[in-house]
């Protein structure tokens, strides 16, 4: 008998401290959807069905002023894997390509770097977009296509070694990706930083160029989906470590391909249907925790990377009915709200009010200084990391009067900056920075319009009636406040760091009204 309630103490210790390890140390995974807008989820207002993602919506908090970092894909991933602008490293405007050389130093610390240092597992599926030191073949040696035409770059690649610079060497510990945007060759999965296959054919998924034989973009939900869940299901049976996944999907971006089990499945054609099936694989992330009883200790993040995109044919989709980036102005690669607020969802059950709403501004860049915060290990950031996180964990717990991040920088695809501070949101380009009217070059030549646009977001969420005329003592705040921003190289407290080169987006005459902007 003695025996017996000795074995059962050390059980029930054995027990306690798992599920003291659990609450210590919850599992984190971080969905990103690529190019999906603020309108496009259900629960937000849009016409394709996405019960999933409402069911996090539903369970947990969401965030009505998230922000990317910036209103494109590869900044806005370099923000969350470093809480650093993008600006600030050597990407000062526009994105990598599937070519691009790794854009994250390899000695700074990152987001799964630091989770790694206390414990975790970590690991990335999906789109990565952010540079790979590919291996080249010998002697300038490139291959022609096994069949076919040889179009493209690519082909130079030595398929059978190891990139330098991608994800192991920033911290995680395992992966599996494509390069880059699903219509940037080349186009081939690696696994832990090494390609799958050989890209032996010509293939197009809007740009022509390398690929493996059986890769085929209409696949890469599914495949993703799959690899998520053996993930979650190799981090079940090691119950004593946590895990960290990232999971950046390929998905609603071009090419809009939606597998055969989610064609027609919608009423507004082929990009509600790639939403459906998008929204599908968050639920086979929840199904998975669900399978193995990890749901209360792990915290789930659904987020997308910038707004919706023109490829999408936005006004036949509001004609539907459906507004992707809701009532926003713009899209994906504008200074406009509709290029850079996005959806964001966060569910931790017994922590997170299930549904809950906050209307407290954060940025993805946030992702770091979070779940350091949760960790309770904040102050073990050095002053040389996640320089422009700050913690969202004070809103998830519902604590209204926590401390707040004093300001957001926003950034867009031509390298346009735009403040935000409260209610006031300074754009400094004359148009959209982006694609939507007024275009860059057309802005540039239109005399009539301010060199800067300043909006009161509570009372024009429309961004409609730009006030920099009868404000200019805010406007110029805005801008010194921005100019020390980008001098410090941090917006976080802390000594000053150093950026990699002065951001040189600024236009002559914005350097000859501002020349702070330039120093």
Known sequence: MPCRKLLFLFVFSLFCLTAAHAADKPNVIFILADDLGYGDL???????????????????????????????????????????????????????????????????????????????????????HLGLGWQMLPNGEKRQA??????????????????????????????????????????????NDKPTAWATLTKAFHRPGPCAEDFEAINCLRDFAREAGAFIDARAKESDKPFFLYLPLSSPHTPIVPSKPWQGKSDIGKYGDFLMETDWVVGQVLQALDRHRLAKDTIVIF??????????????????????????????????????????????????????????TICTADLFATVADVLGKSETIPANAAEDSFSFLPALLGQAQAKRRPFTIHHSINGSFAIRRGKWKLALCPGSGGWSAPKP???????????????????????????????????????????????????????????????????????????????
């Open 146 to 191: 096994k069949t076919g035409p040889t179009k493209g770059d690519g082909w130079q690649i030595d398929y059978g070694k190891k990139v330098s610079g991608g994800p192991l060497a920033i911290g995680f510990d395992e992966s599996f990706i494509i390069p880059a945007s699903l219509d940037m060759f080349p186009y081939v999965y690696l696994q």
């Open 303 to 360: 987020a997308t990377d910038n707004g919706c995109s023109p490829a999408a044919k936005i006004p036949a989709l509001v004609a539907k009915g459906h507004k992707p980036n809701a009532d926003w102005r713009g899209h994906k690669a504008d200074i406009f709200e509709g290029g850079h607020r996005v959806p964001f969802l966060v569910r931790w059950p017994g922590k997170v009010a299930a549904g809950s709403t906050s209307g407290q």
């Open 441 to 519: 070059a057309a802005a540039k030549k239109n005399k009539s319009l301010p060199l800067v646009q300043l909006y009161d977001l509570a009372a024009d969420p429309a961004e409609q009636n730009n006030l920099q005329a009868k404000h200019p003592e805010l406007v110029s705040d805005l801008v010194a406040t921005l100019a020390e921003a980008i001098k410090n190289g941090r917006t976080t407290p802390g000594p000053a760091q150093a950026n990699e080169g002065h951001p040189n987006t600024f236009s002559k005459k914005l350097l000859t009204a501002f020349p702070a902007l330039g120093q």
């Open 42 to 128: 259900s629960h937000a207002g849009g016409k394709a069905r996405t019960p999933h993602c409402d069911r996090l919506a539903r369970q947990g908090m969401r965030f009505t002023d998230a922000h990317t970092t910036s209103s494109v894909c590869t900044p806005t991933r370099y923000g969350i894997v470093t809480g650093r602008y993008n600006w600030r490293s050597t990407l000062k405007k526009g994105v990598l390509w599937g070519l691009s050389e790794p854009l994250v130093a390899t000695d700074r610390l990152t987001t799964p770097k630091f989770l790694q240092q206390n414990g975790y597992h970590t690991g990335v599926v999906g789109k990565w």
